[in-house]
Nanobody
Framework: QVQLVESGGGLVQAGGSLRLSCAAS????????MGWFRQAPGKEREFVAA??????????NYADSVKARFTISRDNAKNTVYLQMNSLKPDDTAVYYC????????????????WGQGTQVTVSS
């Protein structure tokens, strides 16, 4: 089992920045690929970003809607994965979820085994 706890969400104006954190505990964090997803009201959960293990090169993958604005990273020493979000837009408003799965840059919800409870991000115009 891997337990995941997100933090760092909040209210920000359009054009602003936030950094989300996801702290992991339980099974070794370093062996999991990690992902960020988001879900807006009335919409399905969608992929945002993913990162492989450091052993696999910490390779990243991003949804087209966030490329060049968001950056995913991981710190195995702190058992934490981050999502730096810049140039935020109102369309980025959603609950953001952290997930752990196999060592890949998977984009599908079903490819992840463990999920956090989510953190709300609200971007005002």
């Amino acid at each position: 089992q891997v337990q995941l706890v997100e933090s760092g969400g909040g209210l920000v104006q359009a054009g602003g920045s936030l950094r989300l954190s996801c702290a992991a505990s339980g099974r070794p964090f370093s062996g999991h690929g990690m992902g960020w997803f988001r879900q807006a009201p009335g919409k399905e959960r969608e992929f945002v970003a993913a990162i492989t293990t450091i052993e696999s090169g910490a390779s990243t993958n991003y949804a087209d809607s966030v490329k060049a604005r968001f950056t995913i990273s991981r710190d195995n020493a702190k058992n934490t994965v981050y999502l730096q979000m810049n140039s935020l837009k109102p369309d980025d408003t959603a609950v953001y979820y952290c997930a752990a799965g196999r060592d890949s840059r998977a984009t599908m919800v079903r490819e992840y085994d463990y999920w956090g409870q989510g953190t709300q991000v609200t971007v005002s115009s």
